[in-house]
């Protein structure tokens, strides 16, 4: 059974069995939940990441998810990192390194590129 919540600053969502909050509100087509503050596009998860840390985020810092769901904006879910941070982050976790090879630095550049272009860890990581 699902419920739903509101995750401050007055974003609806959906509380899933996994925990995750899912936004209800429109996506930007990629999996991500925006939602308009004060005519401007947002990202919902980073507006609740904000609204957890009570401060904006750092310049050239993001809000990242430790669920990899993209439409999450439970803030339990959401830390502030750099998109290296982020892609280092996920080879920890060993999404990207099935098969224990190295990962050269040229390889982290594209995963970066491939990131920022909006593939997302699943796809990378079956690549
Ligand atoms: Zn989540």
């Known amino acids: 059974m699902s419920h739903y919540v ?3 600053p007055s974003l609806p969502g959906e509380l ?3 925990g995750c909050i899912i936004y209800i509100g429109p996506g930007n087509g990629n999996g991500y939940g925006v939602k308009r503050v004060q ?3 947002c990202y919902a998860h980073r507006l609740a990441l904000e609204a957890k840390l009570g401060r904006s985020l750092k310049p050239g810092y993001c809000a990242c998810h430790t669920c990899d769901v993209r439409g999450c904006i439970n803030p339990d879910h959401l830390f502030e990192g750099t998109y290296s941070e982020n892609t280092l982050d996920a ?3 060993g999404r990207y390194c099935k098969h224990s090879q190295k990962l050269t630095e040229s ?3 594209e995963i970066r590129q491939q990131l920022e272009r909006g593939v997302s860890h699943t796809e990378l990581a079956q690549r």
């Open 16 to 18: 899933v069995e996994s």
């Open 107 to 109: 390889d982290l550049g």
């Open 91 to 93: 080879v920890k976790k």
């Open 6 to 8: 509101t995750v401050p």
């Open 39 to 41: 005519g401007k596009k």
